[in-house]
């Protein structure tokens, strides 16, 4: 199946976990595909088994999402080198673990910065150069909906990604962009295991609970692929069905 022959996809946070298992999808399937991440070395080590995949072509950038000029000079590489931008997966993610006596206002605006205004900025890019028929996929969390302690940054970053899922949605469809977003429950990624109470055992994940990076990416390819063409504005939760027993 080549359902993204001839497209060209930027993937965040591509170096590792939902972001790669991406990359790797939609490479085998044809795309053309940026791998953006922070970690220079990290993203220049996985680039080869992206085209190993089936790539056509890949490239890696070095880019801070918090940092708007760093963002649109990303997309201007992808546009210098490819010519066109079909598909966007706002992966990258950041999470603290601190009560919220505990928070500073640095502590939100990384997460913030990270989770929300660096998928915004991508947004706004993407809807600078994309034609007709492009599509974006936000990658929000379960923790948008129902969430536990130590994470209020992240909780709250991931719910504002929700509502700037249906505004994109709204304002792109004059333009043929199509916005939906995933809500990944818990995955196997060091995000998942870097949790406190999962480490401390007070959140108890049996191996039902836990999906594989390549669960996800394989909605992300569907909600990016053409089968998806009336699918706008959606919020998608993937997590085994553990959101029904949150709480």
Not at 90 to 117: C, E, H, I, R, Y
Not at 119 to 136: D, E, S, T, V
Not at 226 to 236: K, P, S
Request: glycine share 8%; with cysteine; net charge negative.
């Amino acid at each position: 199946m080549n359902r993204f022959q001839d497209k060209v996809a930027i993937v965040t946070g591509a170096a590792a976990g939902i972001g790669l298992a991406t990359a790797r999808k939609l490479a085998c399937e044809g795309a053309r595909v940026v791998l953006v991440d922070l970690d220079q070395a990290r993203i220049q080590a996985v680039l080869p088994t992206v085209l190993q995949c089936g790539a056509p072509e890949a490239m890696a950038a070095v880019c801070d999402v918090s940092q708007e000029d760093q963002v649109a000079r990303t997309v201007a590489a992808a546009m210098s080198r490819f010519g066109r931008l079909d598909v966007v997966v706002n992966n990258a993610g950041l999470m603290t673990f601190k009560p919220l006596q505990d928070l500073s206002a640095a502590d939100w605006n990384a997460v913030l910065g990270v989770d929300l205004l660096g998928a915004f900025y991508f947004i706004k890019n993407a809807f600078r150069h994309m034609k007709p028929g492009g599509a974006i996929v936000n990658i929000a969390s379960i923790h948008a909906v129902q969430t536990e302690p130590l994470v209020a940054p992240y909780a709250a970053a991931k719910a504002a990604l929700l509502s700037l899922t249906r505004s994109a949605a709204l304002e792109g469809k004059s333009l043929g962009i199509r916005t939906n977003a995933i809500l990944p429950g818990a995955v196997e990624t060091r995000m998942l295991r870097d949790n406190p109470e999962v480490k401390a055992g007070i959140e108890h994940l049996s191996e039902s609970d836990v999906g594989k990076p390549e669960d996800i990416a394989s909605v992300v390819a569907y909600l990016a692929s053409d089968e998806a063409v009336f699918v706008q504005g959606a919020c998608l939760a993937v997590d085994g069905g553990r959101l029904s027993g949150l709480g």
